[in-house]
């Protein structure tokens, strides 16, 4: 097991870029792909897309982005890939769903982003898993719901 404790940078740095373009050719480049809720994390365990096992064990003050490098020399790289993060797209139909949306989700620590007449809440599981809820709440009669991906923009 690989024991990572600090970040070399990032793949689409000057200094970096032409290593790796070098052993992904190669076919010596591994992939650890992350949900984006992970970045948060300091601390875990995965393993890469090659079945390589990482240990990352990170100091609060250093971020894990898309396109950190874990590991660089000269027979393989290690780089963490985000995958794309969905969300939950909540809107009420009118405004006492609203109010108890707001409650309700707050109720359930679901981490939210805002929209102008909807809430977002970013899919850390199965989507099914938080339209059950929704339902055993009674809400999801009076909500619509669409997924959209990290990079659309809030309505």
Do not use: K
Not at 30 to 47: G, Q, V, Y
Not at 55 to 78: C, F, K, N, S, Y
Request: hydrophobic share 50%; net charge negative.
């Amino acid at each position: 097991m690989l024991l990572v404790d600090r970040v070399l940078g990032n793949r689409l740095d000057d200094d970096f870029a032409e290593r790796l373009h070098h052993l992904e050719h190669g076919g010596a480049v591994e992939w650890l792909l992350l949900p984006a809720a992970e970045l948060a994390r300091r601390r875990f365990r995965a393993l890469t897309s090659q079945g390589s096992e990482v240990a990352v064990a990170l100091p609060r003050d250093e971020p894990l982005t898309d396109g950190a490098i874990l590991l660089l020399d000269a027979h393989r790289a290690i780089v963490v890939r985000v995958d794309a993060e969905r969300w939950l797209r909540l809107t009420p139909l009118d405004l006492a769903a609203a109010l108890e949306l707001g409650y309700q989700v707050g109720n359930l620590h679901w981490r939210v982003r805002f929209a102008a007449t909807a809430i977002e809440v970013a899919l850390e599981g199965p989507e099914e898993t938080y339209l059950a809820r929704l339902a055993v709440l009674g809400l999801d009669i009076r909500i619509e719901t669409r997924i959209v991906q990290a990079d659309e923009a809030p309505c």
